[in-house]
């Protein structure tokens, strides 16, 4: 089981009792991969699976657009996952 973060860690100018809703809320919501705390409690971080490399770059480039509306730059960790089996013989 991963350790507890602690509370959360917001950055310098944001209203503590106006974000803890919404921090809630999304940590809160059912999903297969909710939202959680980053280990530092600085951030939170979500999973997300695709069938194909196209559809996770289309996700991405959508999120993209999205954030350079905002003027907001995530960090990005990509895992692609090769399954090899071999047919016996």
Known sequence: ???DPG???FAKGVNYDEAIP???????????????LTQDAS??????????????W???NSV?????AERHHPEW????IIQVSEDPC
């Open 7 to 9: 509370p959360p860690q």
């Open 77 to 80: 960790t990509n895992v692609r």
């Open 64 to 68: 993209a657009e999205h954030c350079m």
């Open 22 to 36: 919404e921090l809630t809320k999304l940590l809160n919501e059912p999903s297969e991969s909710p939202w959680s």
């Open 58 to 60: 289309a996700f991405m």
């Open 43 to 56: 951030g939170i971080q979500k999973r997300y699976r695709f069938k194909t490399f196209r559809t996770a």
């Open 1 to 3: 089981m991963p350790e």
